[in-house]
């Protein structure tokens, strides 16, 4: 890299550090049995297949909530929490699949952190992602941008005949480790069925990969939470 992509790691690097210090904060916070070494930051990866030389970082985590605290008032633990930091802080209601999440969407210096809780679980998922920067030289004119990744509807990766002992199949993705919201594309319509309109989506933010497994399609059994086993009655409880 020349001297503008090193300096652009090096403040990627610490945007991804400054992240990742204030999601340790919200989920000690408001979860758990936090098991803070499943919260992984990623390596700079490609932020849009349009523009190759713009990279991010993300990281997720899912955890439980106390049992009698409501996730209302983790909506509002964690708002107070962003907002006493220097986050800008929206809180919306988000339908899926009938099941009504309150959503904590937070802004800083480019970066967001989306906090998720519902009434109907004691789960509360965390994600958070930097903004891209540019760390490869642009390509020089008149060369051709690589085609995007063709639009493909998700087929499984893994299977259970074939995934790794000490291993499960990723129970968001099947195996296939492509988010299940947009298949893999990174967008969604706005409108069902109409070809206009479209939206980044809310599952993976762009990144296309499965905001569970990360893209590996499989998950670790030694580092699933308790509600994460419950997506697997055949394995021994501890």
Partial sequence: MDGMSRAARE?????????RAQMVVL???????VHLRR???????VADARD???????????????????????ADRAGSLLRAAGWAVAVSQEDD???LWTVVLAHRDGSTIRVLASE???????????????????QP????EPEPEPEREPGPERRPETVTPGYVLCYECDGDGRC??????????????????????????????????????????????????????DLEQD
């Fill in 120 to 138: 109907d679980t004691r789960a509360v998922a965390f994600r958070g992602q930097t903004p891209a920067l540019v760390l490869c030289p642009p």
């Fill in 52 to 74: 190759p030389s713009r990279y991010h970082c993300s990281a997720v985590y899912q955890g439980d909530r106390p049992a009698g605290v409501t996730a209302a008032g983790t």
């Fill in 141 to 144: 004119a008149g060369q051709l």
């Fill in 180 to 233: 299940p919201g947009c298949g893999g594309r990174g967008w969604v319509l706005r409108t069902p069925g109409r070809s206009e309109g479209r939206r980044r989506c809310g599952e993976c933010g762009t990144t296309r990969v499965c905001p569970i497994c990360r893209g590996a399609g499989r998950l670790a059994i030694s580092r699933l939470s308790t509600y994460q086993r419950g997506y697997y009655p």
């Fill in 39 to 45: 919260l992984d930051l990623d390596e700079p990866k």
């Fill in 27 to 33: 989920i000690t916070d408001l979860t758990v049995r």
């Fill in 11 to 19: 403040e990627l690097d610490r945007l991804g550090r400054s992240l």
């Fill in 97 to 99: 699949d009938g099941m």
